[in-house]
């Protein structure tokens, strides 16, 4: 899995290398796995799938025969989606969900369903039920969360990409930490037919992989309109790979990049000298950087976990013991078996979510709290609408420190939670971000993200492109 997704292609193409080669490679990755990652493999199908595509297909897209991971908060098929829960340890879906059928269609195939945050509720995958994530580079620390699994999947070479989600940063986040790219794309690009909600105001389906090359690649096969999601805005697919290999060096010239002085200078000495650096780099290669300001942004932290705790509570409410998913009791009244089930079946942190919201919805709190943080919500959107006047995307950091050890933040939520600070702005507001690799703080990868203008995800994937073109990894 040396290649990215685009020259295995042409390899597959030329008949260089197999699909089942490819997909054989991946499951004995998958197995041989450190990292805890994978909760379900789907190895027989995959191989069958495979041989398949080396006889029956022609290789007319760059994702046909790819071997690939999902979050398994994607619904698939027949394949077991836990969502990283015990709520769900057993359930099966009878449908593929918009990504996972997308996928299928473009003939990309399921290594496996990797581990989760439970319900994406988490920043470190140390939240799931099936145990945490490590970081494939270095054992004792976090994968970053929730989407650890996706990006641990890729450094172990399991998979050629994997989909996310971000709701808050899990996709920026974990591919910021393992030093990959990850790209939350505009609220409602992507169709969230079948993709477990969390907070449905939020929640995105993120492709991860190793270049801004490999994220087009998965873009175009993601971005159909999609009748089953009412907040599917229906637009036509994304076009890009062609635009992206046809770029010419000197695409950076003229274009504004906007950033806040004080989030560089906010982050850990490393991160903000790699900070630093990046912006350098786009002024060399003939951009601007104007300084914008942010100045709701530092609110957003609290609003996002009272919008994103109040929208969770009420999906969460679908999970009672009885329709699917994990029953304790078959004795007493129905009362004891919903309470039992979700006291048995949830973790400690969906538990406290679910109860944040609960409170931050009821009568006499949802003008304090609700009402408050949507309006907070509206200043941060706001806040971006006056920046990207000056200029085409923000630039800031993912996060300030590098990936920390296991267990590091466990005595203390409040920090793990303000550790979202730069990427939970993006979703409030609903626009397109991605993170890409950019140096090294305490010997582990950090990098950077870019923020696009809603619904401009194809022109924020060419500037990152154009700095990934001027800086070879
Ligand atoms: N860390 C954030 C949270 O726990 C974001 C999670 C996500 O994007 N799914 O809510």
Not at 277 to 294: I, M, P
Not at 348 to 376: H, N, P, Q
Not at 405 to 412: E, F, I, P
């Amino acid at each position: 899995m040396k290649n990215d997704i685009y020259k295995t292609h042409l390899l597959l193409k030329n008949k260089k290398v197999s699909s089942l080669e490819l997909v054989t490679e991946a499951v004995k990755n998958a197995k041989n796995s450190k990292c805890n990652t994978f909760i379900s493999l789907t190895e027989e199908t995959a191989l069958i799938e495979a041989e398949k595509c080396d006889k029956e297909k022609i290789f007319n897209n760059p994702l046909m025969g790819i071997p690939y991971t999902l979050k398994d908060l994607f619904i698939t098929e027949g394949v077991r989606t836990t969502a990283g829960s015990k709520i769900l340890f057993n359930y099966n879906p009878p449908y593929d969900g918009y990504v996972s059928s997308a996928l299928k269609k473009a003939g990309s195939i399921l290594v496996g369903k990797v581990s989760c945050d439970e319900f994406g509720m988490g920043s470190t995958n140390e939240n799931s039920a099936f145990g945490p994530v490590k970081n494939p580079l270095d054992l004792n620390k976090v994968p970053g969360g929730s989407s650890g699994g996706s990006s641990a999947s890729i450094l172990e070479g399991s998979s050629f990409f994997s989909m996310g989600t971000d709701t808050g940063g899990s996709a920026r986040l974990p591919a910021n930490f393992c030093g990959i790219v990850g790209f939350k794309p505009s609220y409602g690009r992507v169709s969230r037919f079948g993709q477990i909600a969390y907070a449905s105001s939020l929640d995105q389906a993120s492709p991860m992989g190793k270049s801004v090359l490999d994220i087009a690649c998965v873009m175009e096969h993601l971005t159909s309109p999609d009748p089953k999601d009412a907040t599917n805005a229906k637009l036509p697919p994304m076009k890009i790979v062609h635009d992206l290999l046809s770029l010419k060096s000197g695409s950076l010239k003229n274009k504004k990049i906007g950033f806040c002085p004080e989030f560089i200078s906010a982050c850990d000495k490393e991160v903000a000298a790699s900070l630093n650096d990046a912006l350098h780099l786009f002024r060399k290669n003939g951009a601007s950087v104007v300084e914008v300001s942010l100045p709701s942004v530092k609110n957003c932290v609290p609003a996002y976990y009272v919008i994103a705790t109040s929208e969770a509570s009420s999906n969460l409410s679908r999970y009672d013991g009885i329709h699917f998913g994990f029953r304790k009791s078959h004795q007493g009244n129905l009362e004891d078996t919903y309470c039992e089930s979700r006291t048995f079946g949830f973790g400690e942190e969906v538990k406290k979510r679910i109860m944040l919201g609960t409170f931050s919805l009821s009568s006499g709190y949802y003008d304090a709290y609700y009402i408050k943080a949507c309006k907070v919500r509206r200043l941060i959107a706001n806040d971006f609408n006056e920046a990207f006047k000056s200029c085409d995307v923000v630039f800031s950091p993912v996060c300030a420190t590098s990936a920390f050890n296991l267990g590091a933040m466990n005595s203390d939520p409040m920090q793990m939670y303000m550790n979202d600070l730069y990427t939970i702005p993006v979703n409030l507001a609903g626009l397109p971000a991605i993170a890409l690799p950019f140096g090294q703080s305490q010997g582990m990868p950090t990098g950077f993200q870019l923020i696009g203008q809603a619904f401009k995800d194809e022109d924020l994937l060419m500037i990152a492109g154009g700095f990934e073109q001027n800086f070879s990894r």
